[in-house]
T-cell receptor, first 113, second 113 residues
Framework: DAKTTQPPSMDCAEGRAANLPCNHSTISGNEYVYWYRQIHSQGPQYIIHGLKNNETNEMASLIITEDRKSSTLILPHATLRDTAVYYCIVRVANTGTASKLTFGTGTRLQVTL | ETGVTQTPRHLVMGMTNKKSLKCEQHLGHNAMYWYKQSAKKPLELMFVYNFKEQTENNSVPSRFSPECPNSSHLFLHLHTLQPEDSALYLC????????????FGAGTRLSVL
């Protein structure tokens, strides 16, 4: 799996957009970008994933650069409940077997009043 | 509520005790996972089960013994643990073909005295 690099921490004011970057310069053509988050002392929660097109769901938007070497997770209107550690994971999808996820240290997002 | 339930949520045990952690998923998935998260460390995959068969053991010490009686239930049997085994133990499930979208339980916070 391709290695990812994320800033260790970020702050965001409540109500503003939170933009979380991830670098994955060694990504392969068949690898997807996945985002999870982990609120303190809970299990990780899947947010969104994409291959090369931008994706949006009810939780967030994912913007992937044209060369696919980096991506940005956007929380359009951050709330205090979005305070969490956000993990960017690059992985081949649908391998036909159970897949192991490799979590790095992620970005700790602190949303403030 | 993620559809993955872990019990107990908290457990304190002595080094000579035997205890078991339980995980149950109500999502119709056929792959289940155990992860360990020690303080200030990334999540570490411990075991993977595909259709009740163990397919991955990530060099876990034998004092941790997993059991998967069916696709909906997963246990982690603990015996003669060490204080450094104190951690958050997380269970996850997924479809085999979609193993990169995993659903996590809330975890069991284990303290070994």
């Amino acid at each position: 799996d391709a290695k990812t690099t994320q800033p260790p921490s970020m702050d965001c004011a409540e109500g503003r957009a939170a933009n979380l970057p991830c670098n994955h310069s060694t990504i392969s053509g068949n690898e997807y970008v996945y985002w999870y988050r982990q609120i303190h002392s809970q299990g990780p929660q899947y947010i969104i994933h994409g291959l090369k097109n931008n994706e949006t769901n009810e939780m967030a938007s994912l913007i992937i650069t044209e060369d696919r070497k980096s991506s940005t997770l956007i929380l359009p209107h951050a709330t205090l409940r979005d305070t969490a550690v956000y993990y960017c994971i690059v992985r081949v999808a649908n391998t036909g077997t159970a897949s192991k996820l490799t979590f790095g240290t992620g970005t700790r997002l602190q949303v403030t009043l | 509520e993620t559809g993955v339930t872990q019990t107990p949520r908290h457990l304190v045990m002595g080094m000579t005790n035997k205890k078991s952690l339980k995980c149950e998923q109500h999502l119709g998935h056929n792959a289940m996972y155990w992860y360990k998260q020690s303080a200030k460390k990334p999540l570490e995959l411990m075991f993977v089960y595909n259709f009740k068969e163990q397919t991955e053991n990530n060099s876990v010490p034998s004092r941790f013994s997993p059991e998967c009686p069916n696709s909906s239930h997963l246990f982690l049997h603990l015996h003669t643990l060490q204080p450094e085994d104190s951690a958050l133990y997380l269970c996850a499930s997924s479809q085999v073909g979609g193993g990169t979208i995993q659903y996590f339980g809330a975890g069991t916070r284990l303290s070994v005295l």
